[in-house]
Structures are given as structure tokens and as C-alpha cells.
């Protein structure tokens, strides 16, 4: 006799992951990493499980996943209870793991080093090491004093250049008073803007929120910007801006903003969470009301094609032609600042090369409506097998 399930058991429902292949003593695994990190370790699962992960979507039962890959109820009951376990399923056990690690994250008061942690901890050497990269790279010579730089949020073996150029136009600037980062959430459960209370530990100490601009936008928009704060620890966007910061101007309040990708944002304003063009407005009107001297940051990336995404061409030098053809058109939108053709090209195209950037460009411009806009610099990386390209720009706005 089959013991009745919870609902959510029943016909479970998996969350996003991000599942990576690993060899485990001669055994070929899959890697069910959750990019919101609420278990204290990873679980793993042999590849044939994958087809049964497929099928939890809410809306296949534990006997039709069982009879789709041949396999008894007990087995999928088994793998079921495992993916409850570490809360990568929706229900009551991810919602006591989420709350678990937001209570831990505002004991602590600040999201932990991620994609900076190769850096180390030897401060001199950080800092040493920023100023090589800024030495050994050309002076964009920018014509205006910048208030707004798109910049990449790979990590920096990849993308060095580009933060360097973009933090060389803004060398000889004094401190703003504040600053504001724009990141995509890519990995995260929310469908609106993301805002959190929360400062973000770097390798050059930790950075304090701008509890005064937060408040402010709060009142104005309510909690509703802070439903899915956990978000912020799976995105390195943010953090990857921080050091440089740090190394320019020393410790000035931060506020880090998650943005939708505006092919997904399909969301009205409703008493749950916001969307990106509404946010952006109330926004412009707080910083307004507060005066001072801002600097604003969207931390994105271009282009994500390649077989790694699921595309059958290879890249081949006519694949990187044809994807830069297309970013430099897109690009075109943004140093003209017509943010709506911008837009519109990229809801048009479905976002084929599948830029993480948009969002965040978008909040930039429709928030800062800039009159100036210099691309800095571009760039193209593939990794070590050439599966995979994800190309970075670099830009300057006043």
C-alpha cells in the first residue's frame, strides 16, 4: 500500500539550479548546485536522474515521473525526499531553509565573498594589484567626467582589461557619495527589482549599504523590493564591482539593485513585487530629493552563445564575426541613449545571443537618461574547449 505524499511531494516541483557534471572517484555525478546556497552541501544525483528531474514541474505526479523513466515509485519517492532535503524543491522545506538563511545572512549583516575570493586576503597585494592592472592599461582619454560605467561581472582574469579602462576614466575623480550597482538576476527566484538592507564582504573589507537612500526607496516602494533579498547570494555581479571601488575611494554606502532581464519581465507592479520601469522612477524622484553625487554602475555581460547554451553551430571565426555584428548594434541603441529602441530590438530578436546586460542597461538609462555615452572597450572570451562565448563591454555615461 502507497503511503499518501504531501502535495508538494506529490508532484513535486524542482527550483532553479544549475546542475554541473563532476567525476567522483571514477563516477560520473551531476552537481545539483543551488545558486541560492541553503543547504550547508551540495547533493548529487547519477545522469539517468536527470530525465525524472525534467519532469518535476509541478504538474507530473511521483507515478507518472516513475512510469516516464521506468523506474519505481520507492526510487523516485527516494529522490524526491533527497531533493526536499536540501530545499531545491518548492515547499514548506524550502521556505524553513530560506528563512533559515536570511535570519543567519542579517545576524552576520552582510552576503559573504563569492566571486572575489580568488583575490585572497592580503590587502597590499590586492591593492598592488589593482594598480598594475590600472598602470598597464591605456587612458581611454574620455572627454567627460563619467557618472554611470557599464562594466563586466565576470570574474577578473577574464574581464581585468575592461574594469581597468572603465576605473582609469574616473582616476582623478573625487569620491562620490554614494553608489548604486545594477546587476541582472540571473539565478535568483524574484521576477522584480531586488533590493536588500544587507552590506557585501569583499576581499578589502566589508561595504556598508546607503541605509539613507534605502529607507528612502522603501517608503516610496515598499517591502515589496525586498521579497526576494536572498537573491543577492546568488549573483556576483555586485561584489565583482565593489574592490574596485574600495580601491579608488576607500568605504562609500552602497546600494545593490538585482534587475529582471526584460525578455522575463513580464510582471504588472502589484502589492508583491516591482518592476524595472516603475522602480526606476521613484528612483530618480529619491535620489533627486537627496542631492549629493552619484555613481551609478550596471554590471553585465553581452553575448552567451556557443554549444555550452544549447546552440548546434560552432564558433567558428564566422560565429564571433556574426556575434559581434550583433552586440555592436545593440551597443548602438545604448551610445545613442534611446533606451525604447534599445528595448525594442532586443524583444524583437527574443534576445538571441542571449545578453545578461539588458536589464541593467536599461535601469541605467531610464533612471540617469544620459547625454553622453563612450564604448571603452570590447571583448570576446571563450573557455579552454571552445564551447562557450560570452563577450564584455565596457562603457562611460555623464
Not at 238 to 262: F, S, Y
Not at 355 to 382: H, K, M, N
Amino acid at each position: 500500500m502507497t503511503t499518501a505524499q504531501p502535495e508538494h511531494l506529490e508532484h513535486p516541483h524542482l527550483r532553479p539550479i544549475q546542475p554541473i557534471p563532476v567525476n567522483q572517484e571514477s563516477t560520473q555525478l551531476i552537481l545539483l548546485r543551488d545558486p541560492l546556497m541553503l543547504a550547508e552541501q551540495a547533493t548529487a544525483v547519477p545522469p539517468p536522474a536527470m530525465q525524472a528531474l525534467q519532469m518535476c514541474d509541478g504538474q507530473h505526479s511521483i507515478d507518472s515521473i516513475a512510469s516516464s523513466v521506468q523506474q519505481s515509485r520507492e526510487v523516485i519517492e527516494t529522490l524526491i525526499g533527497q531533493l526536499d532535503q536540501y530545499g531545491l524543491l518548492w515547499g514548506p522545506g524550502f521556505k524553513e531553509l530560506e528563512t533559515k538563511k536570511m535570519q543567519a545572512l542579517r545576524e552576520a549583516g552582510a552576503f559573504p565573498i563569492r566571486g572575489t575570493t580568488p583575490m585572497g586576503t592580503d590587502v597590499d597585494a590586492i591593492q598592488k594589484q589593482f594598480n598594475t592592472w590600472l598602470d598597464d592599461t591605456e587612458d581611454p582619454e574620455i572627454e567627460f567626467e563619467p557618472t554611470m560605467l557599464f562594466t563586466p561581472q565576470l570574474e577578473y582574469p577574464h574581464t581585468w582589461p575592461i574594469f581597468a579602462a572603465c576605473w582609469h576614466s574616473l582616476r582623478s575623480t573625487p569620491a562620490p557619495d554614494r553608489v548604486i550597482v545594477f546587476s541582472n538576476n540571473a539565478h535568483g527566484i524574484g521576477d522584480g527589482i531586488v533590493l536588500t538592507r544587507l552590506g557585501f564582504e569583499t576581499p578589502l573589507g566589508r561595504m556598508q549599504p546607503d541605509t539613507e537612500l534605502i529607507e528612502s526607496l522603501a517608503t516610496a516602494c515598499g517591502d515589496r523590493v525586498f521579497a526576494d533579498e536572498l537573491d543577492h547570494i546568488a549573483n556576483i555581479g555586485i561584489e565583482m564591482q565593489l574592490p574596485w571601488i574600495q580601491h579608488c575611494w576607500g568605504d562609500l554606502p552602497v546600494t545593490g539593485v538585482l534587475v529582471p532581464d526584460p525578455i522575463d519581465d513580464l510582471i504588472e507592479s502589484d502589492d508583491l513585487r516591482l518592476d524595472r520601469p516603475e522602480f526606476t522612477s521613484m528612483l530618480h524622484d529619491c535620489l533627486a530629493s537627496l542631492g549629493g553625487r552619484t555613481l551609478f554602475i550596471a554590471a553585465g555581460d553581452l553575448s552567451h552563445v556557443g554549444p555550452q547554451y544549447g546552440e548546434p553551430r560552432p564558433l567558428d571565426d564566422q560565429r564571433r564575426f556574426d556575434v559581434e555584428r550583433n552586440d555592436r548594434d545593440l551597443l548602438g541603441h545604448i551610445l545613442s541613449g534611446d533606451v525604447d529602441a534599445f528595448l525594442s530590438a532586443i524583444s524583437w530578436t527574443k534576445n538571441p545571443t542571449r545578453w545578461s546586460g539588458a536589464g541593467v542597461l536599461a535601469a541605467l538609462l531610464e533612471t540617469c537618461r544620459p547625454e553622453q555615452v563612450e564604448l571603452i572597450d570590447y571583448r570576446q572570451a571563450t573557455n579552454p574547449n571552445n564551447t562557450a562565448l560570452v563577450s564584455c563591454g565596457g562603457l562611460a555615461m555623464a
